[in-house]
């Protein structure tokens, strides 16, 4: 087997198209599964069971069914019901609302961490449910929460090949283009296989960064 940086120079145009794909859908992915994940956590708070029970059933049936049928559900079944979106946002939607039920546990955990004390100085000062919520809680919770977040990001990143499944062509549905098309695999997938390892370790050692500055 011979190394062609020719093969190399030629994926490279298709490989930028793709990365830009591959960080759009990881973005968006991220906004949508940080705000869901949010809303879930504060829903499972409410007093009614009647609002946590469906909640909860929704999130966990969510959790536990893998992402790749729910790409295929997505984006093949909900044409039959004249629902119809873009493959890369349904893809987006996918991935943010697949993670969301993850990033919601964190949140969760997040809140139950913060001081019972805290609640009480709250109720103390007579402060709105919202102002409570927005001024005391949210800001403490969120800060301990944050190195979580950042590493889901990273799983997020590394589940952004399985939308080559509904056609989109991020990183790997380019490569796996450019090869059928040129019989050429080894280069292609080489390339995107050290652009994974070059964005997710950096974000990997930024996420501990921010974990110790936290933590400090």
Not at 47 to 73: D, I, K, Y
Not at 102 to 131: F, S
Not at 151 to 157: R, T
Request: proline content about 6%.
């Amino acid at each position: 087997m011979t190394w062609d940086w020719g093969a190399v120079a030629d994926f490279m145009p298709h490989f930028r198209d793709g990365l830009l794909v591959t960080l759009q859908a990881l973005v968006l992915g991220s906004l949508i599964s940080f705000v869901l994940g949010l809303v879930w956590a504060l829903l499972m708070r409410a007093p009614s069971r009647w609002v946590r029970w469906p909640v909860g059933a929704a999130t966990e049936f969510v959790r536990n069914t893998p992402l790749l049928v729910q790409l295929f559900f997505l984006f093949y079944v909900l044409p039959e019901w004249d629902i119809t979106f873009s493959a890369l946002t349904t893809g987006v939607v996918a991935i943010g609302l697949h993670y969301s039920t993850y990033t919601m546990q964190v949140y969760r955990a997040g809140i139950e961490a913060v001081p019972v004390g805290q609640w009480e100085a709250a109720t103390a000062l007579n402060l709105p449910l919202r102002r409570t919520w927005t001024a005391v809680i949210l800001p403490q919770a969120i800060r301990r929460v944050v190195p979580a977040l950042g590493n889901y990001v990273i799983s997020m990143l590394k589940d952004t090949p399985l939308l080559m499944a509904i056609t989109v062509l991020d990183m790997l549905g380019e490569a796996r283009l450019f090869s059928q098309q040129n019989f050429q695999f080894t280069e292609p997938l080489t390339v995107i296989g050290v652009a994974f390892v070059l964005i997710s370790y950096p974000a990997s050692l930024l996420m501990r960064a921010l974990e110790r500055r936290l933590v400090r």
